[in-house]
Nanobody
Framework: QLVESGGGLVQPGGSLRLSCAAS????????IGWFRQAPGKKREGVSC????????LYADSVKGRFTISSDGAKNTVYLQMNSLKPEDTAIYYC?????????????????????WGQGAQVTVSS
């Protein structure tokens, strides 16, 4: 099970940190991806991190503003979002895909991911 938290309403230029808490499995075997879907738009990959933590990827639209990290002790992945823009408004989902123990594999395509959270709303507006 994956549970997202930390969404909310923030003004442009502000920051939020999303959390994705995993239960029932250990992140040591799974890549974790963050995806978002805005109304009327397709779901897009935002960022991902490998089971080893050594591979991190970002969509061009968020590079330099978002940072993904993992806390193995808490079995939780975070997405720190800074310099938020109105176009970042969307429902954000985390997803897990089995890749093997401490694998370096991660990618932004949805095909890798089997388990999805319920989503967290992020709204950037003044």
């Amino acid at each position: 099970q994956l549970v997202e938290s930390g969404g909310g309403l923030v003004q442009p230029g502000g920051s939020l940190r999303l959390s994705c808490a995993a239960s029932g499995f250990t992140l040591r075997y799974y890549a974790i991806g963050w995806f978002r879907q805005a109304p009327g738009k397709k779901r897009e990959g935002v960022s991902c991190i490998s089971a080893s933590g050594t591979t991190t990827l970002y969509a061009d639209s968020v590079k330099g503003r978002f940072t993904i990290s993992s806390d193995g002790a808490k079995n939780t992945v975070y997405l720190q979002m800074n310099s938020l823009k109105p176009e970042d408004t969307a429902i954000y989902y985390c997803a897990a895909g089995f890749t093997g123990l401490y694998s370096d594999t991660a990618r932004l395509g949805t095909d890798l991911y089997n388990y999805w959270g319920q989503g967290a709303q992020v709204t950037v507006s003044s």
